[in-house]
């Protein structure tokens, strides 16, 4: 099975801010790799699929990168709505597991 | 208009079952795979099993945690899939979201709102 390994745990950033979430696989999945964003009591919302494609709808501060085992999730400008917290997951073997989250908190 | 709606959820004892369900509307649910997946209050999502669609076989697959406890099944004439979950224990308490697993992002593109099981005596 694939463990997915989330760093930092914990952020915490301001308005406008640049942020970077990273993903670790523990083999290499190419690029099957997603993210999603989870606000408190909804459903998780699909951010980002195949590590770099952005999802129709979601803002373009929102980008992807990497493949292999190193992944990342940079958003540009942090804007209110996105404090939030973030999930990677991988799509390439089942079963699918997820990364165990990246709570982003207002400094 | 696209949509997961999940019912069934509830409190039930340990080693007691429950079955979930979940409604699709607004694609085409007979040719998507369907998921289950669990998060327990504050704690991170874990994938619980998946059931591909007739093309595939209706295939299924579990994780570790809930294999020989749980099946997945669905009824393309009703746009509805389900979760049988027997045996239940304690640590099974979550809130339980069906979603559809699209293979041209290859992702889980729609989520349903989640219903809460607390297995508890």
């Known amino acids: 099975d694939i463990q997915m390994t989330q760093s930092p745990s914990s952020l915490s950033a301001s308005v406008g801010d640049r942020v970077t979430i990273t993903c670790r696989a523990s083999?290499?999945?190419?690029?099957?790799l997603n993210w999603y964003q989870q606000k408190p009591g909804k459903a998780p919302k699909l951010l980002i699929y195949?590590?770099?494609s952005l999802q129709s709808g979601v803002p373009s501060r929102f980008s992807g990168s990497g493949s292999g085992t190193d992944f990342t999730l940079t958003i540009s400008s942090l804007q209110p709505e996105d404090f939030a917290t973030y999930y990677c997951q991988q799509s390439y073997s089942t079963p699918r597991s997820f990364g165990q989250g990246t709570k982003l908190e207002i400094k | 208009e696209v949509q997961l709606v999940e019912s069934g959820g509830g409190l039930v004892q340990p080693g007691g079952s429950l079955k979930l369900s979940c409604a699709a509307s607004g694609f085409t649910f007979s040719g998507s795979a369907m998921h289950w997946v669990r998060q327990a209050s504050g704690k991170g999502l874990e994938w619980v099993g998946r059931i591909r669609s007739k093309a595939n076989s209706y295939a299924t697959a579990y994780a570790a945690s809930v294999k020989g406890r749980f099946t997945i099944s669905r009824d393309d004439s009703k746009n509805t899939a389900y979760l049988q979950m027997n045996s239940l224990k304690t640590e099974d308490t979550a809130v339980y979201y069906c979603?559809?697993?699209?293979?041209?992002?290859?992702?889980?593109?729609?989520w349903g709102q989640g219903t809460m099981v607390t297995v508890s005596s």
């Open positions: 979603t559809r697993h699209d293979d041209y992002v290859w992702a889980f593109d729609i």
């Open positions: 195949a590590a770099s």
């Open positions: 083999q290499s999945i190419s690029s099957y």
